[in-house]
């Protein structure tokens, strides 16, 4: 996968925003009803407040006015208005309620869309990218787009037929005044784009500054423990501070912006008003002109009721900057294409025997700090009822051996069969469901017991689930629980030890019986006497699948049929326990070191 940005400028992530919600037409078109309704109804406003100030002054100026008349024709406007402002409410009510609901719908498909994503991008992006990073692009980028949907795509209709069509019948009563009503609209667009110009950079950067915010306490609370026992509380709280100023002031330059730009609108706005108001008047003073007093009031009403919608633009502009940005960042992650996939017409794994193969396995992690290799040449072959132990040095590649069964990488060279089908050459799910990886850092979720070891099979028996977990020496201890299976774990549940945790772990992979098994140093925060007794209990689990194990602790992995001693990436030594121990290398040493001065007779006790 590359972290290459095709994802374009501002107006082709705004456009293909845009895009997306056209797939929602049938919302859009009742929207463009509501806008034209909601732009007409606003525009009888003026119209009928010139007709009512019309009919004053004809009740003041005519000679032999027929008052009664007059009067109704007054009452009549003033119903009419206050109709046409009921009306107006009305389709602008529905008008919002339409942008609100596309922009809610919107939303949530990128949300789905997004964490769909998540799920299938490799670990190498993973790696890469904080988690922190990820989850600001999932809400706050998210709301950006959102926010943009809801206040300035279909505002922006609104907001060109509204002032459309004013313009149109300003010009039909009085080109100059017309023109004179509208001189503020040019400044207001120039005020417009030079605000988005400066802000389309600050959103990016406040979006990237409330990642880092975000990373920070998001680490601060997965630390706490350490937090708290180096006293670093000052630090996290300078560190936070740090951020959060950052965040601050570029919020603060970007609401200035903001505000400067709608106050020049604004200015702009009333600066032309004044000149209507002169104007206008002068021509009404102006005997030798037709222009009246009721056209006067026209034009004012029109510009007053001209001026939300114009102070609006400014905003729509923030809308879009905010969009653009925050579009591009979602993108991003979006259009990552996940390196680690189904090749097209990959077949499910058949299990016909389940033996698994490395044959020359490369491997290095493709990352910012290089492409050092990691594995180099690894072979060995896994065949069911056999164990394979794993042992050598820290970093010498063990766990990154493991990773590779269920193709959470994938080698650089070599391949690696299962029954002779190449695992890259077959679909993801048909594998993972084959291959258990009982992780050292164990992870539970925020559930019941017996949610957690049936994580990978919601609908098992309750028998199942009650065997794996007794398999795993977890049994006893969970019957004894108030709530027994159903007691809450994870991060508001019942506090668990290391032990415990990993039990529950065995537990949630053996529920799968899957064909091969690997376990990475699973069993560390395990003492050695209940390992043992998980060995005994799932020797009948596993005698006919393949089972890894892959330990520091020489004890854990004695018995396996054939051991691998990595070191640096290479099998440097392979062999059974005592085959190992005859060729007196590092094998040994090891055993020296950890064994034998407690066990001078591993021969009897080792093979459990
Ligand atoms: N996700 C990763 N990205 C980049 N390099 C990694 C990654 N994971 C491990 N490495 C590097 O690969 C090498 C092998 O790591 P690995 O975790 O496989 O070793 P290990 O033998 O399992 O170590 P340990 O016994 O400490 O668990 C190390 O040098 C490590 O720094």
């Known amino acids: 996968m590359t972290d290459t940005d095709n994802t374009g400028g501002g107006f082709h992530v705004l456009m293909r925003i845009i895009r997306m919600a056209l797939e929602y037409r049938w919302l859009i078109a009742i929207g463009f009803v509501f806008i034209v309704g909601a732009s007409i109804f606003q525009l009888f406003i003026p119209l009928l407040i010139g007709n009512g100030v019309e009919t004053v002054e004809q009740i003041f100026t005519s000679e032999n006015p027929d008052t009664d008349a007059l009067r109704w024709t007054l009452v009549t406007i003033a119903g009419m208005l206050l109709g046409s402002a009921l009306l107006r409410g009305v389709f602008t009510y529905g008008h919002m309620y339409i942008s609100e609901n596309l922009a809610q719908r919107l939303g949530y498909r990128l949300r789905m869309l997004y964490y769909e994503k998540l799920q299938r991008l490799s670990f190498a992006y993973h790696d890469r990218v904080h988690t922190g990073d990820l989850l600001t692009r999932g809400l706050l980028d998210i709301e950006g787009v959102r926010a943009f949907a809801s206040r300035g795509m279909l505002r922006v209709v609104y907001l060109a037929i509204f002032v459309g069509t004013g313009t149109v019948l300003m010009m039909r009563e009085d080109w100059q005044l017309a023109l004179i009503s509208l001189s503020f609209v040019p400044i207001a667009a120039w005020r ?59 919020a603060y330059q970007l609401v200035t912006v903001r505000a400067t730009n709608l106050t020049f609108i604004t200015l702009a706005f009333f600066g032309a008003m004044s000149l209507v108001l002169l104007v206008g008047g002068l021509k009404v003073l102006d005997e030798a002109n037709p222009f009246s007093l009721g056209q006067l009031a026209q034009f004012l009403a029109f510009m007053s009721i001209m001026q939300n919608p114009v102070r609006q633009l400014g905003m729509v502009v923030a809308g879009w900057a905010r969009g653009a940005t925050s579009g591009k960042r979602l993108f991003e992650v979006l259009d990552q294409v996940p390196e680690i996939d189904d090749k097209p017409g990959s077949k499910d794994l058949v299990i016909t025997g389940g033996v698994l193969r490395f044959e020359h396995i490369d491997f290095a992690y493709m990352d910012q700090f290089g492409d050092e290799q990691v594995l180099t040449d690894v072979t060995f072959e896994a065949r069911p009822g056999h164990t394979i132990g794993i042992v050598g040095p820290p970093g010498s590649g063990k766990s990154t051996l493991a990773h590779l069964i269920p193709r959470f990488y994938d080698p650089i060279a070599g391949r690696i069969l299962i029954d002779d089908q190449d ?15 009982v992780e050292q850092d164990t992870f539970l979720f925020t559930t019941t017991i017996d949610n957690n070891v049936a994580y990978g099979d919601p609908w098992a028996e309750h028998r199942s689930i009650e065997s794996a977990t007794s398999n795993a020496q977890m049994g006893e201890y969970v019957e004894r629980l108030p709530s027994g299976y ?19 772990s065995i537990a949630r992979s053996i529920m799968l019986h899957p064909q091969i098994i690997v376990f990475d140093d699973s069993t560390a925060a395990i003492d050695a006497a209940t390992e043992q007794r998980i060995r005994a209990a799932l020797q009948e689990v596993t005698a006919d699948r393949a089972t890894i194990i892959i330990s520091h602790r020489l004890s854990s992995l004695m018995h396996a049929n054939e051991i691998l001693f990595l070191e640096g990436g290479k099998i440097v030594e392979r062999g059974s326990h005592a085959e190992l121990l005859e060729q007196g290398g590092k094998y040994r040493d090891l055993y020296e070191l950890q064994i034998r001065p407690e066990d001078d007779n591993f021969q009897t006790k080792g093979e459990v």
Do not use: C, H
């Open 486 to 504: 159903g007691t809450l774990v994870g991060e508001r549940g019942v506090s668990l030890s290391g032990g415990q945790r990993q039990r529950l």
């Open 192 to 250: 417009s784009i030079v605000a988005r110009l400066q802000t389309s950079r600050g959103w990016r950067r406040y979006q990237e500054e409330m990642g880092q915010l975000t990373k920070i306490m998001d680490e601060n609370l997965k630390g706490i423990r350490v937090v708290r026992s180096f006293s670093a509380e000052p630090y996290e709280l300078v560190k936070y501070d740090i951020s959060s100023n950052e965040a601050f002031n570029r």
């Open 423 to 437: 695992i890259s050459e077959v679909t993801l799910a048909s594998l993972r469901s084959a291959v258990g990886v």
